[in-house]
């Protein structure tokens, strides 16, 4: 693999880790509140 | 229950999505490519900021940590702030030796090595997995947060050993890029902009992720606490009257 490809790779895993993680968060965080809002 | 006000996290969570789009800009294309290690350096404009913002994570956890301790300021806000930041601090140290690992294999030629950087924050990782599972290990909340406390003060020891492990070790891995133990600045111009302009995108992404967290660390002690007060009603509600298998003993006597 060259450079650019290990450069690629690593923002791309960055992005990804970011995303994912904040998405975990929005969607626990929004079952929370409609548990919240049941209880 | 958040942390910051809901405009104020909207905004930050706006400004730090707007700074990681600069700092992509100026990491891929904008910084020139280094002059021995080519466009694998770009790596540093993501590893570096990820490296800061686990030590500042693990420092906010060891700070809330010491502040749940002190009788003064005890409250479980601390404790949440704790347990949020250290999630947070998982997160980014992870990713610190993952683009560790892809700039380590065309600059060095291996994928890992035991140098004593790359052990030393591989222990910093697995010690705060360890104190995330002593969160989930069930407990009453105040004693689950005292054990977690002195857990995150211990775990801390190890931040300052990675930091200098450059310093007071021959290692493979290369020495402090922004600043000598003598404080000399060893990047400049555009490159030292983007390396900054990334620890602040870096940090503003840690504010934001750390209020979201937080708060859905709130509304699940919330829902949890309800969970428990209603099993311990019905469990009294039902004291009251004889379970079916009592019934049929009393009519037998």
Do not use: N
């Given at each position: 693999?060259?450079?650019?490809?290990?450069?690629?790779?690593?923002?791309?895993?960055?992005?990804?880790?970011?995303?994912?993680?904040?998405?975990?968060?929005?969607?626990?965080?929004?079952?929370?509140?409609?548990?919240?809002?049941?209880? | 229950?958040?942390?910051?006000?809901?405009?104020?996290?909207?905004?930050?969570?706006?400004?730090?999505?707007?700074?990681?789009?600069?700092?992509?800009?100026?990491?891929?294309?904008?910084?020139?490519?280094?002059?021995?290690?080519?466009?694998?350096?770009?790596?540093?404009?993501?590893?570096?900021?990820?490296?800061?913002?686990?030590?500042?994570?693990?420092?906010?956890?060891?700070?809330?940590?010491?502040?749940?301790?002190?009788?003064?300021?005890?409250?479980?806000?601390?404790?949440?702030?704790?347990?949020?930041?250290?999630?947070?601090?998982?997160?980014?140290?992870?990713?610190?030796?993952?683009?560790?690992?892809?700039?380590?294999?065309?600059?060095?030629?291996?994928?890992?090595?035991?140098?004593?950087?790359?052990?030393?924050?591989?222990?910093?990782?697995?010690?705060?997995?360890?104190?995330?599972?002593?969160?989930?290990?069930?407990?009453?909340?105040?004693?689950?947060?005292?054990?977690?406390?002195?857990?995150?003060?211990?775990?801390?020891?190890?931040?300052?050993?990675?930091?200098?492990?450059?310093?007071?070790?021959?290692?493979?891995?290369?020495?402090?890029?922004?600043?000598?133990?003598?404080?000399?600045?060893?990047?400049?111009?555009?490159?030292?902009?983007?390396?900054?302009?990334?620890?602040?995108?870096?940090?503003?992404?840690?504010?934001?992720?750390?209020?979201?967290?937080?708060?859905?660390?709130?509304?699940?002690?919330?829902?949890?606490?309800?969970?428990?007060?209603?099993a311990i009603a019905e469990r009294v509600a039902g004291a009251?009257?004889?379970?079916?298998?009592?019934?049929?003993?009393?009519?037998?006597?």
């Amino acid at each position: 693999m060259s450079d650019v490809g290990y450069v690629v790779a690593g923002w791309s895993i960055t992005g990804a880790v970011l995303l994912g993680y904040w998405l975990w968060l929005v969607r626990r965080t929004r079952r929370a509140e409609r548990l919240d809002g049941d209880a | 229950m958040t942390l910051l006000k809901p405009a104020m996290g909207r905004a930050i969570g706006w400004a730090a999505l707007g700074a990681l789009v600069v700092l992509a800009l100026f990491g891929l294309w904008g910084a020139p490519p280094d002059a021995v290690q080519g466009d694998a350096q770009r790596l540093m404009y993501l590893h570096v900021p990820a490296a800061w913002v686990a030590y500042l994570a693990f420092g906010v956890t060891a700070a809330a940590s010491g502040l749940w301790l002190w009788p003064r300021t005890r409250s479980m806000v601390w404790d949440r702030i704790a347990g949020a930041s250290a999630e947070l601090g998982v997160v980014f140290t992870a990713l610190t030796l993952v683009l560790g690992s892809l700039w380590g294999r065309p600059v060095w030629g291996v994928w890992w090595a035991w140098d004593a950087r790359l052990v030393t924050t591989a222990v910093l990782l697995f010690l705060y997995l360890g104190y995330l599972a002593l969160r989930r290990v069930p407990a009453a909340p105040e004693a689950r947060a005292k054990r977690c406390a002195i857990a995150a003060l211990v775990a801390f020891v190890d931040v300052p050993i990675v930091h200098f492990s450059v310093t007071w070790w021959r290692t493979l891995h290369q020495d402090a890029t922004v600043f000598d133990p003598a404080l000399k600045a060893h990047i400049h111009g555009v490159m030292a902009f983007t390396l900054w302009f990334g620890v602040l995108a870096f940090t503003l992404v840690y504010v934001s992720l750390l209020d979201r967290r937080y708060r859905l660390a709130a509304l699940e002690e919330d829902l949890d606490a309800r969970e428990l007060e209603q099993a311990i009603a019905e469990r009294v509600a039902g004291a009251g009257t004889p379970a079916p298998r009592d019934r049929e003993e009393v009519g037998v006597v």
